[in-house]
């Protein structure tokens, strides 16, 4: 018998559905059966992964905000602050330029560490602005995220990982996105499902057929428990 292995999942473009938006409600019973921890590791504002791991029935481990927010389960760690990314979309505003999420911006209401933008957005000036404050932006595909240079999701997997107990030599992780590199670089086996990015694709060990869920899935499937 072998056992499950640790796994470190993105949400967007991971676990959605196949037109690439709303979590794919397939993924909900294997994650909860997987007898192994399983951490949530996303771009996304801290209750998010922490609403899913509540409504999939798993242990809350989170990394939130591309490593700006640490979720132990027990723990909570701030590795960077929001004042300064904020400060960007101020500036940014004052350029004549917006968020792109409308006057009440849930997307932004409950981040920690780090501003998005949307991707309807222009990117030049907000990484020209960014980088007058030190920052940087990152693409996910999804949103542009203003933040800290320092923080990833790497880092907060390891926080995680020292925490609990986990060893990351024997964990899998499945991603489609620059911020997944990190995360890629500190497991045993790393998977892109094959819409990710080029840079997840270079630093993946393999990119997938299937794409969003469906790939996470046939990894699920193959790396899991075996009798």
Partial sequence: MTTDPPLVLDIDGTLTRPEGWGIDPRIF???????????????????????LCHFAGIPELV?????GVVYTGDDVFFTADREAAQAVVEDYRAAGYSPGWGEENTVNRWRETEVAVNLDQPLEPLREIAASHGLEVVDTGYAYHVKATEPNKGDGL????????????TAVAVGDSVNDVSTFEAVDRSFAVNNADELARAAADEVLEASHADGTLAVLERVGRAV
């Fill in 29 to 51: 019973d294997p994650i909860r059966d997987w007898e192994a921890p399983v951490v949530i590791a996303t771009g996304k504002a801290f209750p998010y992964p922490v609403a």
């Fill in 158 to 169: 390891e926080t995680i990982a020292e925490h609990v107990g986990i060893d990351l030599e």
């Fill in 63 to 67: 990394v939130a905000e591309n490593g």
